[in-house]
């Protein structure tokens, strides 16, 4: 069974940055061609992509936060790292991270299964 | 970019009938298409890709259809468990992109 789980703080001040984990169990983050999605859903809004990183260390941002979004990888813990910089209210979600599927049918893909995510508030 | 636009936003429907949902594409994915199903206050659980392959362990009752721009999610003999937010993700390019969701509601 392939699970994922989000850490990190619930709350954040504006302008700090927000580091998250997604720990990944049953699975090996560096297997060929296997990958690692952020997600985040603001509350009562709709789902949002954030970054992706695949097993050969490959990265995809959503070109609206690209400036903001750093994706990593600990193989070592099977983890994937997501830091977003100089938090706003606006960032305030749910922020969930995924398994990438799709193997070498596509570049991108879809995601499953998804982690239960963590509700990050921005506020002072 | 691509966008997705769903359709309706709201839809009633009472247990044991039929569900219609819709996703429209602003330029075509091909089949590159995922439907997702959310339920309050859980993460979204896969239940399409490929625009019609039905994900593992998705009741046979969730069938999806459609290529190119116009795509439909079909729930026959709808059940209690299966009333909640569903999805639409393209991902035919970059950037992944989700619609805006249709609730799905008990009539």
């Known amino acids: 069974q392939i699970t994922l789980e989000v850490s990190g703080p619930t709350l954040v001040k504006p302008t700090q940055n927000l580091t998250l984990t997604c720990t990944v169990s049953?699975?090996?983050?560096?297997?060929?061609?296997?990958?690692v999605g952020w997600i985040r859903q603001p509350p009562g809004k709709a789902l949002e992509w954030l970054a992706l990183?695949?097993?050969?260390?490959?990265?995809r941002y959503s070109p609206s936060l690209k400036s903001r979004l750093t994706i990593s990888k600990n193989t070592s813990k099977n983890q994937v790292v997501l830091t977003m910089t100089n938090m706003d209210p606006v960032d305030t979600a749910t922020y969930y991270c995924a398994r990438r599927r799709g193997g070498f049918s596509v570049t991108t893909g879809w995601f499953d299964p998804w982690g239960q995510g963590t509700l990050v508030t921005v506020s002072s | 970019e691509i966008f997705l636009t769903q359709s309706p936003a709201t839809l009633s429907v009472s247990p044991g009938e039929r569900a219609t949902l819709s996703c429209r594409a602003s330029?075509?994915?091909?089949?590159?298409l995922a439907w997702y199903q959310q339920k309050s206050g859980q993460a979204p659980r896969l239940l399409i890709y490929g625009a019609s392959t039905r994900a593992a362990g998705v009741p046979a009752r969730f069938s999806g259809s459609g290529s190119g721009t116009e795509f439909t999610l079909t729930i026959s003999g709808l059940q209690s468990e299966d009333f909640g937010v569903y999805y639409c993700q393209r991902y035919y390019d970059w950037p992944l992109t989700f619609g805006q969701g249709t609730r799905l509601e008990i009539k």
């Open positions: 990183i695949y097993w050969d260390d490959d990265k």
């Open positions: 330029q075509s994915v091909s089949s590159h």
């Open positions: 049953g699975v090996s983050i560096s297997a060929t061609a296997e990958g």
